[in-house]
């Protein structure tokens, strides 16, 4: 019989819950990228060294891959919701601090220099690896069926970049118009309103595991779930080092200021940019669902992102490098919604926390690991030939994937009818 499933762009959005955690998703990435803007842009003008930005990914990565394999099992027995409550709680204890060391009652920065900044951005590592886990393992629970799955993911990733796409404009011209503490103060704003609807959305019960394990079995469960799957690997090795070494973004503070003379509102821009792409292209994708020769299509897109790149650290024109930007942003669109498409699709329900502290430990973690990676590579050969080395690598990497990698290559994710 053929398939009697139409598809709606807004399928998921009509459920009041999922309508609630994209807005507090969308509260907290905007509190994020702010505080990255500005905790970027603060560190570099004190220290005037590329390094120091990569330190701060490296702050935020180490603690976040330290307990995240523990935090992934966690998510599988512990109330999700719990979990993300408790987990942003701390992250608006962290803003708090941030604010804190900006006012005049402190002296924090002057007795220590920028070490304060750095002991609050390890301690939101360490939240913001609980945190992965829960939220990717809590939002499949909202939705109704697994063919909305897709669905979810593309508005879960449109909101994501959209806070991407105005957080950093709204942090540099905040930090640039009003300085520093207010900036922090809508910071901690944001973080307060995404605990606000993350309360109201219901609890849901956990899903039941037939064969429940203690942490050591668990874990080596997963793990072996993830290094059997050739599909999930690949795809997840893919968005690693194509992250990894194409991480641009980390050293934007340097082409802002000494490369193309601009100040922090362009810097803000500037990293919106890649948001800008995303979203137009996953606004695309909610219409027109990738499905048919989606591993082909995933390869082309990194392969793309990693052009980019090499163009953009030639580049010594704003707006040339606004749009390469933003053709980044656009062919990473396409790669996160059929990446986690495939994960939610082939992870069991009472697994996805473990399958998803994986996939933090090798996607979301390389973000950081690769500002540091940018920021010494900065130090060692400059920031044009780090960053242009870096799209090479990805453009390797991509090759590499396509050779090795055939059941990612012939990947299709057309979706098949459900039984009644």
């Known amino acids: 019989m053929k398939s009697t499933f139409r598809h709606d762009p807004f399928a998921v959005l009509r459920i009041p819950d999922f309508r609630l955690y994209v807005t507090a998703r969308l509260c907290i990435t905007l509190a994020m990228q702010i505080q990255a803007v500005i905790v970027g842009w603060q560190i570099y003008e004190i220290t005037k060294d590329p390094l120091s930005l990569g330190l701060i990914g490296l702050a935020e990565a180490l603690p976040s891959i330290f307990v ?13 919701k719990k979990i993300i409550v408790t987990v942003i709680s701390v992250l608006l204890l962290c803003s708090a601090a941030l604010l804190f060391f900006t006012l005049d009652v402190s002296q924090v920065l002057q007795q220590h220099g920028v070490m ?61 118009f009003w300085g520093v503490s207010i900036a922090y103060t809508a910071d901690a704003i944001l973080v307060l309103l995404s605990l606000v609807f993350f309360s109201l959305i219901a609890s849901r019960p956990l899903p039941e595991n037939a064969n429940p394990q203690n942490f050591k079995d668990s874990l080596r469960t997963g793990l072996q779930f993830v290094f059997s799957n050739q599909v999930i690997l690949s795809a997840i090795s893919l968005d690693l080092f194509a992250v990894l070494f194409g991480g641009a973004v980390a050293l934007l503070p340097v082409f802002a200021s000494d490369i193309l ?160």
């Open 116 to 176: 304060p900044i750095y002991a609050v951005i390890f301690l939101s590592g360490l939240a913001r690896g609980f945190m992965g886990p829960a939220v990717f393992s809590f939002m499949p629970q909202l939705v109704v069926s697994k063919q909305l799955y897709a669905n979810a993911i593309t508005w879960s990733s449109t909101t994501w970049q959209a806070a991407s796409l105005a957080g950093p404009a709204l942090g540099g011209l905040i930090y640039g």
């Open 68 to 80: 995240s394999l523990y935090a992934g099992y966690v998510a599988d027995v512990v109330a999700r």
């Open 261 to 420: 003379n601009m100040g922090p509102e362009a810097l803000g821009f500037m990293r919106a940019a890649p948001a800008i792409g995303f979203v137009l292209m996953a606004v695309v994708v909610a219409y027109h669902p990738i499905s048919h020769n989606a591993g082909k299509k995933m390869l082309w897109c990194v392969a793309g992102f990693g052009v980019c790149i090499v163009l953009f650290g030639l580049s010594t024109n704003f707006w040339f490098s606004m749009v390469l930007l933003a053709l980044s942003g656009a062919f990473d669109s396409i790669s996160v919604i059929i990446r986690s498409t495939l994960i939610h699709t082939l992870t069991p329900e009472y697994m996805k926390g473990r399958v998803s502290s994986v996939n933090s430990i090798f996607v979301g973690s390389s973000n950081e690991i690769g500002a540091f990676e940018s920021g010494f590579t900065a130090r060692l050969m400059g920031t044009v030939p780090a960053v242009v080395f870096g799209g090479i690598m990805t453009l390797l990497v991509v090759g590499v994937t396509a050779f090795k990698a055939d059941k990612l290559r012939n990947l299709d994710l057309t979706p098949k009818p459900e039984m009644a």
